[in-house]
């Protein structure tokens, strides 16, 4: 079946960085979109990045562009988000996604900005 674990969260100081790790099972990940999302307290859960199966292009939401990077290695089925210059307003839990024709969710991971 599939399976999403999520990894790499924590606390961390305001311009510090994180890398989260999302390790894949029961599917071949290259084949699917692969996302990263995330959701604080009160809000609704958004797009933070996505890499698709084809061709491997990526896409940002405008308040993580040039501060996130999303990548992926297929020879170990696992999708990272590294994330530089990190603000308190990224402090959210952080999911991984994957879509085909169904979207699966992973647990979660949360991840903290503060002094």
């Known amino acids: 079946q599939v399976q999403l674990v999520e990894s790499g969260g924590g606390l961390v100081q305001p311009g510090g960085s994180l890398r989260l790790s999302c390790a894949a099972s029961?599917?071949?990940?290259?084949?699917?979109?692969m996302s990263w999302y995330r959701q604080s307290p009160g809000k609704e859960r958004e797009l933070v990045a996505f890499?698709?199966?084809?061709?491997?292009?990526?896409t940002y939401a405008d308040s993580v562009k040039g501060r996130f990077t999303i990548s992926r290695d297929n020879g170990k089925n696992t999708v990272y988000l590294q994330m530089n210059s990190l603000k308190s307003e990224d402090t959210a839990v952080y999911y991984c996604?994957?879509?085909?024709?169904?979207?699966?969710w992973g647990q979660g991971t949360q991840v903290t900005v503060s002094s």
């Open positions: 996604s994957a879509l085909r024709q169904v979207r699966y």
């Open positions: 029961g599917f071949t990940l290259s084949t699917y979109t």
């Open positions: 890499i698709r199966g084809t061709g491997g292009l990526t």
